[in-house]
């Protein structure tokens, strides 16, 4: 009889299995298969430009998935999936090889690759990046990791040994969605990073009535007196791009001056600009 009753209420959990979980379940047992079957995940390349100049200075990597029946599966929907069921770690190392490796055959200035908060818990990360560096030959000063603020922030202890390793090594680091977190501006004083980026929230809300946007002009005074480049990502208007270069923001990305590109299109791209074409001419 507690057999039966505990069947009973096996069942009952299971059909009242919320959707989203089963959803969960589904993409976690794709998302084996795609790491097995190799053809599924991809990465793309969004340029990052110099506001200045309007040179490219190096590239993010994106992870795509296609998904054999779902089709292009957004990041923001499977890495939380991927972070929750542990896959993030074989994940996030196939990202770190291959944009590594790309970075050295397509000649990207520089690469940032994110870096999951989960990955930075684990102690062999900083070993890992350094050896896949080294068999990649490429230089470490030319890898960035981006850090999401909030995942900086609570994981601040666990990885600090992590940081301090890899930027001993030359490796930069980048603090992602800046100003999504809490504490935003006591947290620039207390950690050393080489980089934020102004989350794009705050880029849409720039309102050039209204003086462009106070708290990005804040931003931009207090990561350059703190010695950081300042990059602003989802920049989509004219306008936004001639705010944030007067402001003070030394990079720019988003979809008005590039979207994510394939490894052959962005290639496509740096052999026509001519600053890059330059620097080559320079380097030989
Ligand atoms: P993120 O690192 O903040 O990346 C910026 C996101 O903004 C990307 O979305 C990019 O395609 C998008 N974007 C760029 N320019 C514009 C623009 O002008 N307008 C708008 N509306 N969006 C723009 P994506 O590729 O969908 O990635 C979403 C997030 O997924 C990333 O946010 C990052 O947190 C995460 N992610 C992506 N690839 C990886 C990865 O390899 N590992 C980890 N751990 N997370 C990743
Ligand atoms: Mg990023
Ligand atoms: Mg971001
Ligand atoms: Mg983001």
């Known amino acids: 009889e507690a057999k039966a009753s505990g069947r009973g ?4 959990f299971r059909e009242e299995m919320d959707a989203g979980v089963r959803h969960r379940r589904e993409i976690e047992a794709d998302l084996r298969d795609a790491l097995d079957a190799g053809d599924q995940l991809r990465i793309e390349y969004q340029p990052l430009y110099a506001a200045q100049s309007g040179q490219i200075i ?3 990597a994106l992870l795509r998935w296609q998904h054999p029946v779902r089709g292009m599966m957004s990041p923001a929907t499977f890495v939380p ?14 990202v770190l090889e291959r944009a590594c490796a790309d970075a050295v ?15 930075l818990r684990d102690e062999e990360l900083a070993e890992e990046i350094l050896g896949i560096l080294k068999r990649t030959r490429l230089e470490p000063s030319r890898l960035e990791i981006e850090i999401t603020e909030t995942s900086f922030i609570e994981s601040a202890s666990a990885c600090q040994a992590t940081l301090v390793r890899l930027r ?6 980048a603090l992602d969605d800046f100003g999504t977190g809490y504490s935003s501006f006591s947290h620039l004083r207390n950690f ?17 009535r209204r003086g462009g946007s106070a708290i990005i002009r804040a931003i931009v005074d207090l990561a350059k007196a703190s010695g950081m480049q300042i990059t602003a990502e989802g920049v989509e208007t004219d306008e936004q791009r001639d705010f944030l270069a007067d402001a003070g923001c030394t990079s720019l990305q988003g979809y008005l001056l590039s979207r994510p590109l394939s490894p052959a299109a962005i290639a496509a791209l740096l052999y026509r600009n001519p600053a890059i074409e330059l620097r080559r001419a320079a380097m030989q």
């Open 81 to 94: 999936i991927a972070e929750a069921c542990g896959l993030i770690n074989g994940i996030g190392t196939w």
């Open 192 to 208: 050393e990073v080489d980089r934020i980026k102004i989350d794009q929230s705050f880029v849409n809300g720039i309102d050039m």
């Open 105 to 119: 055959r397509l000649r990207l200035p520089s690469i940032s690759v994110n870096v999951s908060a989960v990955q």
């Open 9 to 12: 209420r096996y069942m009952f």
């Open 168 to 173: 001993a090594a030359g490796v930069r680091i």
């Open 58 to 60: 190096g590239a993010e």
